[in-house]
């Protein structure tokens, strides 16, 4: 967590599709499938990231841009099967949403792959009616903190988009607007030859890092 921060430059290596793979399967797979139960309408699922209801409704969908061994497309993350699979997206509306990435996160950025992701609000609405809308925004926030330590774990670079193109996004995907539709938006690529660096560590073993002497500064903490 301490080591968590925004990347907005990638190295000159691109990411890998076994990076691209791990990455997807440690924040956002499905681990198990139960009931339904307690009136649910459907099947819950666990994943790595938690979620209001077990309603697990936001879909992931990856724009690739430089992702060694995966050709340049948009391709729906199946979470069931670990798979991704390609979707009739054209080049045209694959650069829209590369473009308007790169504009949300600060101009001249140019990440490996775009993840959009999409919230299907029937199935929240059940349960949070007015506020599903609201909790769906809740749950992009902890699906971004989840990715973001992944992230971290495996040093490559990250980095959570604040506004994108749902129109954009709703006819690349081909998506029904008023049921499932874009509600946020992350980049990741291979991070700079520095941020691969694993943290030095001193005589006794026990790593350094930002934060790393918390155990002698909170001492000095007093109500």
Do not use: N
Request: proline share 5%; with cysteine; hydrophobic share 40%.
């Amino acid at each position: 967590m301490e080591t968590r921060h925004s990347c907005r430059t990638f190295g000159e290596e691109p990411l890998t599709l076994a990076e691209l793979g791990e990455f997807l399967f440690r924040s956002c797979r499905i681990k198990d499938v139960y009931g339904p139960l307690r009136g649910m309408p459907y099947q819950a699922t666990r994943r790595p990231y938690p979620t209001g209801g077990a309603a697990y409704e936001l879909e992931v969908y990856v724009t690739a841009a430089r992702v060694a061994g995966l050709a340049p497309g948009c391709y729906h993350y199946e979470p069931e099967t670990h798979r991704l699979r390609l979707l009739g997206t054209t080049e045209a509306q694959r650069g829209e949403l590369l473009t308007a990435a790169a504009l949300s996160a600060g101009g001249d950025v140019h990440p490996d792959a775009l993840l959009t992701f999409t919230s299907r609000f029937q199935r929240l609405q059940w349960k949070y009616r007015s506020m599903a809308y609201a909790v769906s925004l809740k749950h992009v926030g902890a699906l971004y903190q989840t990715m973001y330590l992944v992230a971290s774990a495996m040093k490559i670079g990250a980095c959570g988009l604040g506004s994108g193109d749902s129109q954009t996004s709703v006819a690349a995907f081909g998506l029904d607007y008023l049921r499932e539709s874009s509600v946020g938006e992350f980049i990741i690529g291979s991070a700079p030859a520095a941020s691969r660096m694993l943290p030095p560590s001193d005589a006794a073993g026990s790593a350094r890092y930002p934060g790393g002497d918390w155990g002698a500064r909170s001492a000095r903490l007093r109500a």
